[in-house]
């Protein structure tokens, strides 16, 4: 038995994400009607709530599948170790975000839901991606400290490149990310 959803299905979901992603980049997702969503999206709101119950949905499902495509770069990378690995991972995720520049910015805007970025954070803390260390021998603390100042760093680089229209190349960008959360 086929459990794929159907053409329609998806191309009424998609139609409805990508709408929903139009709306957020003028305003938060609390001010966004599930009518003018459907209006947006060319559907009928019966349509909608035989998919969603609310438009809250369709953004959770945009985070989790976020989530989840960076797991599976850091799943392909997590053989490779050293600087090198790292900088190709970063370049990896660049892709992704330039690929998918329109919910990316989203997501990490003004207009994004904070949980997202809380879990992105823990995507990052859970896989390791970002360990952050000072080069003094330092408790545990203080690596927390650092650990969050990185990470703090590296969303406010890429918003700020996604900011200037990704005008910095990708391996630039990849590099400045590296050095910034460089292991030692």
């Not at 709306?23 to 003018?36: G, H, V, Y």
């Not at 053989?79 to 997501?107: C, H, P, R, S, Y």
């Not at 408790?139 to 400290?145: A, K, S, V």
Request: aromatic share 8%; with cysteine.
């Amino acid at each position: 038995m086929d459990t794929k959803p159907s053409r329609k299905v998806r191309y009424t979901k998609k139609a409805l994400r990508e709408s929903l992603i139009e709306l957020m980049q003028t305003r938060p997702i609390s001010a966004i009607s599930i009518k003018e969503l459907c209006a947006l999206a060319d559907i009928n709101r019966s349509t909608f709530y035989t998919h969603y119950r609310s438009p809250y949905e369709i953004l959770r499902e945009i985070e989790d599948a976020t989530l989840e495509t960076l797991g599976q770069m850091q799943s392909r990378n997590v053989f490779l170790t050293g600087k090198n690995a790292l900088v190709q991972l970063m370049e990896e995720a660049l892709q992704f975000i330039i690929d998918n520049k329109n919910w990316i910015q989203v997501l990490l805007g003004e207009q994004g839901d904070i949980q997202f970025q809380r879990k992105l954070f823990s995507f990052i803390r859970q896989h390791e991606i970002v360990k952050f260390t000072n080069n003094e021998q330092s408790d545990e603390l203080t690596r927390e400290y650092y650990l969050i100042y990185a990470l703090n760093g590296s969303i406010a680089l890429i918003q700020h490149w996604m900011k200037n229209g990704m005008d910095t190349p990708k391996e630039k960008v990849a590099g400045m990310l590296v050095n910034l959360n460089r292991q030692e």
